[in-house]
Structures are given as structure tokens and as C-alpha cells.
């Protein structure tokens, strides 16, 4: 297995390895891909494709080639290969933030499958700002990657007329729409605020409130949320919108200021699991009691919403199935294979004790 740390008695001629600055003049900077091949009894072509397509290699040749490497010191010259062949095996990711596991989950499994097809990750961050996202697109753009994968659709108009222009494989994720801009992955925001409003008319909540990030995606889960309770002629809707990225202690803050506008306030959706374990902090410290007196439900199953008292209600979305579609969309499409263009995974609301 390519894991395994490699033994000198898997290469015949082991005891070799130990001198080869015998033989290469400039030792480990003087060598080159061929000196790789002899040492392994391979072609050439052959270390080339463990470098830029290992699942092309028979599995014993990929780890003899590994180990001659791994003994050599030897490093490949990415930048002149990408240009001669006129590709850089280099995919851009880009993503508002991988301080909170929500994202960073998505990120990490893309990451390895995409590192398993002989393929590299050029991690952007660019916050919440659409012209961040732009200024990122032109500095990654200009290593010449071979796919891109974006984080939600709200894009600015300039930004999608080029990537479509550019003719390189593009997916969106963490959102849902009818017009991506190539291949999308996600889900419907918008359907989560309404599926968390019916979790609470089903509980009989009468004067629900809001807490939220006003990033579009979080937007989009107010406008659902709103809707449906609206339709079940609930009135008026307290909420306080902050900026992102959430936090425990923003949420803590927030919750006195939606009691001043509705002192009735019996639950509270709040646009992440940080911010609702925030908000259930200061309930506590407001003598409200959760679930009788306040419900709250979060977003995105953190790890530690199991670890709350109580434990926290709130949405699932699969971020590693997330990044694995995702991967295998620009996979896909790199390898020839057209798929399909939209791919919904889905959510479901996880109720716990806070409901």
C-alpha cells in the first residue's frame, strides 16, 4: 500500500540506493527522472505517471517507484512538467473559512480524493466578500488549474461569465440552485429554514425568533424559515442578523437583544451551532428554561452539539459526502465522463433535548 513505510528488501537492488551520489554528479540536485526509472527498472513514462496518475500504475510498480524515491530525495520540477505537457495537475479550492469542521470536513475528504488521483489542492479563503472571491479567482487562475471548486452560487456577474469562458470544469457547493454555473453539489437552504419552522409548529411554538449570519446562505434559511411560518399565519418574526462568521459569544449577546423586541420569545432558530450554543449559555443565565420555556435549533450538527445540556436540535448536512461528489464531478469531467450537472445530498433536521 502507498501508506506502508517502504523496506529496502521490496527493491532487488537496495544496497545501491545507499550511494547514489556516486553515480549522479551535484548529488540529490543533479537528479533526474531518468536516474528515478533506472533505479526502479521502469521507464520514464512510467514515473511520470506515479507522479501526475498513479491510478494508472500497477500497485507494485507505484510503491517500487515510491521507494527508489523516497531514497533518492528526489523531487519533480511540477512547474516545467505542467508546461510541457500543459498540465498542472493543480484543482483551486476556494472557501469562505476553515476555522469551523462545517467546511473543513468538505475540504479534507475533497482534498484526499482528489490527492488519490494524482491531483493537488490550492486552498483560497475568502471569507464572506464576493470581490475577496474574485481577487482569489485571478491570483489562482494564474497558476493555470485544471478544475475549480467554489462555495455556495452567490457569485458576482463578472465572475461567473469568466469562469464560464475559461472552459475549465467548475463545481458549486453548500447550496442549491437550477443555474449553476457548471456542476453544483449541495442543498437547499431555503428548505431548511421552512423544515425547522414546521419542527416547531409541530412543538406549538407561538412567538419564534431568529438569530443569524447575513451571509446569502444564511439569508436564503431566514427566507424559508419566515415563509413557512408565515403560511401557518404566524406573524411577526423577531430576529437579529449579525456578521460572519458566527460565534458562541455573539450568540450569547444576541439572545437579550431578540427578548427586548419579543419579551413572549418561546424559540429561537439560530443560523449555526455556535451561535445556538451561545444562545443556550445565556438562557441558562437568564433563568429560561430549554426546552419548556425556550426552544432553540441550530445548523450543522457540530460535533460538540451531543455534548450541550441540554444536547442541542439541529440540521445535518453530510459535508464529506459533500466533498467526495464534489471530487467526483471534476474527476469526471477531467477524465471525458459527463454526469450529471446538479447533485442534491440532501439535510434533515436531528432533534434533540433543546426541542
Request: some cysteine.
Amino acid at each position: 500500500m502507498p501508506n506502508q513505510k517502504p523496506t529496502a528488501a521490496a527493491i532487488p537492488d537496495a544496497p545501491e540506493l545507499a550511494a547514489p551520489a556516486k553515480r549522479l554528479r551535484g548529488g540529490p540536485k543533479g537528479l533526474r527522472i531518468t536516474d528515478v526509472a533506472a533505479l526502479a527498472g521502469v521507464a520514464p513514462i512510467t514515473v511520470s505517471r506515479v507522479f501526475n496518475s498513479p491510478e494508472t500504475v500497477a500497485p507494485d510498480t507505484l510503491e517500487r517507484v515510491r521507494q527508489v524515491v523516497q531514497k533518492l530525495g528526489y523531487v519533480p520540477n511540477r512547474l516545467a512538467s505542467g508546461l510541457s505537457s500543459s498540465r498542472s495537475r493543480l484543482i483551486a479550492a476556494i472557501v469562505p473559512t476553515i476555522a469551523h469542521s462545517l467546511f473543513s470536513e468538505t475540504i479534507q475528504v475533497f482534498s484526499e480524493t482528489m490527492s488519490r488521483a494524482g491531483y493537488q489542492v490550492l486552498l483560497a479563503l475568502s471569507g464572506y466578500s464576493d470581490s475577496s472571491e474574485e481577487a482569489l479567482l485571478d491570483a489562482v487562475l494564474s497558476r493555470r488549474p485544471e478544475g475549480v471548486l467554489l462555495t455556495g452560487i452567490a457569485h458576482t456577474d463578472s465572475l461567473r461569465e469568466r469562469l464560464r469562458n475559461v472552459g475549465m470544469p467548475v463545481v458549486e457547493t453548500w447550496d442549491m440552485t437550477a443555474t449553476p454555473i457548471d456542476m453544483l453539489v449541495g442543498f437547499s437552504h431555503h428548505e431548511i429554514g421552512a423544515a425547522v419552522a414546521e419542527h416547531f409548529l409541530q412543538r406549538k411554538v407561538r412567538a419564534p425568533g431568529l438569530i443569524s449570519a447575513n451571509d446569502d446562505r444564511a439569508l436564503a434559511r431566514r427566507d424559508g424559515f419566515r415563509e413557512r411560518l408565515a403560511q401557518a399565519g404566524v406573524g411577526e418574526i423577531a430576529e437579529v442578523l449579525v456578521l460572519p462568521p458566527s460565534s458562541i459569544a455573539v450568540g450569547k449577546a444576541a439572545l437579550p437583544t431578540l427578548l427586548e423586541q419579543a419579551p413572549n420569545l418561546d424559540a429561537v432558530f439560530c443560523g449555526s451551532d455556535l451561535l445556538a450554543i451561545g444562545v443556550l449559555g445565556a438562557a441558562k443565565r437568564l433563568g429560561l428554561s430549554v426546552p419548556s420555556q425556550l426552544s432553540i435549533c441550530g445548523f450543522g450538527d457540530l460535533e460538540y452539539a451531543t455534548e450541550t445540556t441540554p444536547q442541542l436540535t439541529t440540521v445535518r448536512v453530510d459535508g464529506a459526502r459533500i466533498g467526495l461528489t464534489a471530487a467526483r464531478c471534476l474527476l469526471d469531467r477531467l477524465s471525458g465522463v459527463e454526469k450529471s450537472k446538479v447533485n442534491n445530498v440532501g439535510f434533515h433536521v436531528v432533534e434533540r433535548e433543546t426541542t
